[in-house]
Nanobody
């Protein structure tokens, strides 16, 4: 049973930084592609960033390009999302997700495993 556990969320001010972590267990993490998604109140869950199994293929949604960085440490079974220059519109619950097929993808339907989410709140 694959488990994904996010951490690192919190309440920050606009312009601050946060680093989210997602620890995986119960499966061959090194073979999975990983993604970060977010869901704001009253909105659908949306893609934020993804990384393939070896880190060679990375995608970002346009609104976070240049501010967020996704990375992974396969030795620690962990994927990270470094978020800089945070804006109030980044406020959401952030979820990490795993794709067994290993390719980096923006499509929510291609992810097989999901964490429980971590709240990020950015005040103006």
């Amino acid at each position: 049973q694959v488990q994904l556990v996010e951490s690192g969320g919190g309440l920050v001010q606009a312009g601050d930084s946060l680093r989210l972590s997602c620890a995986a267990s119960g499966g061959p993490f090194v073979t999975y592609a990983m993604g970060w998604f977010r869901q704001a109140p009253g909105k659908e869950r949306e893609f934020v960033a993804s990384i393939n199994r070896n880190g060679g293929s990375i995608y970002y949604t346009d609104s976070v390009k240049g501010r967020f960085t996704i990375s992974r440490d396969n030795a620690k079974n962990t994927v990270y999302l470094q978020m800089n220059s945070l804006k109030p519109e980044d406020t959401a619950v952030y979820y990490c997700a795993g794709n067994r097929r290993g390719w980096s993808t923006t499509s929510i339907s291609e992810y097989d495993y999901w964490g429980q989410g971590t709240q990020v709140t950015v005040s103006s």
